[in-house]
């Protein structure tokens, strides 16, 4: 009995009471282990740490280079061939939306052009696009319109540097008005698809719409 009554007493007993290895603070044991050194090599030292510098994007970049990429992808060359005396268009060939806003080598696109020219804009930024031109619409069909809504003067009179709205829903910029009352205009896109011409009218089969201000 003496014998089952010490096994109880170990079994009560707690588990670190059978170390055999005395228990010691953590303060005695720092006290007795030596501080260590560590060497480290001088490779294995980090340098300081290189920073990119970068910049941001503004929006407005953004907007610029996407009508950039727009542009450069929304014309063909073709050949115009010989160029007429007096033909300054300076998209001749293209095909697709010029830098104005109108499609390259349409009437409206060099009436356009021609009111660029002689407010002194021949490359961008222009002072006239389709954009506060004619904002309603490209059509020639819709320019006397827009001049009565911007409250440009429209007229029954010839005068040189003028639009001239003829029928067929045609533009025209007038060249020249001659003593019997006749017009030189200059014209796109009039019997030869996307080509230049001159040609003779009579002041009173059109109507003119004086340069925009």
């Avoid at 006239?128 to 020639?140: C, D, E, I, K, Y």
């Avoid at 001659?178 to 698809?193: H, K, P, Q, R, T």
Wanted: proline share 6%; net charge negative.
């Amino acid at each position: 009995m003496a014998a089952v009554g010490g096994m109880f007493a170990c079994v009560a007993l707690p588990a670190y009471a059978l170390d055999p290895v005395e228990t010691t603070s953590n303060a005695a044991l720092a006290s007795t282990v030596g501080a260590q050194s560590v060497k480290v090599s001088a490779d294995a030292v980090a340098g300081s740490a290189a920073r990119d510098v970068f910049t941001a994007t503004t929006p407005e970049e953004l907007a610029a280079a996407k009508a950039a990429a727009e542009l450069a992808a929304s014309y063909v060359y073709r050949d115009p061939g010989p160029r007429q005396a007096g033909d300054d268009y300076p998209w001749a060939g293209m095909e697709g939306l010029s830098p104005l806003r109108y499609y390259y080598g349409e009437c409206v696109d060099f009436v356009a052009w021609r009111l660029n020219r002689d407010a002194g804009f021949t490359s961008a930024p222009f002072a006239w696009t389709w954009g506060n031109l004619t904002p309603g619409g490209g059509s020639a069909s819709s320019w006397t319109d827009a001049w009565y809504s911007h409250g440009w003067p429209v007229s029954a009179t010839p005068i040189a540097g003028a639009v001239a709205v003829t029928g067929y829903n045609h533009v025209a910029y007038v060249k020249e008005v001659y003593g019997d009352g006749s017009v030189l205009i200059e014209e796109y896109n009039y019997g030869n698809y996307h080509a230049y011409g001159q040609r003779v009218i009579s002041a009173g089969s059109a109507t003119y719409l004086y340069p925009p201000s």
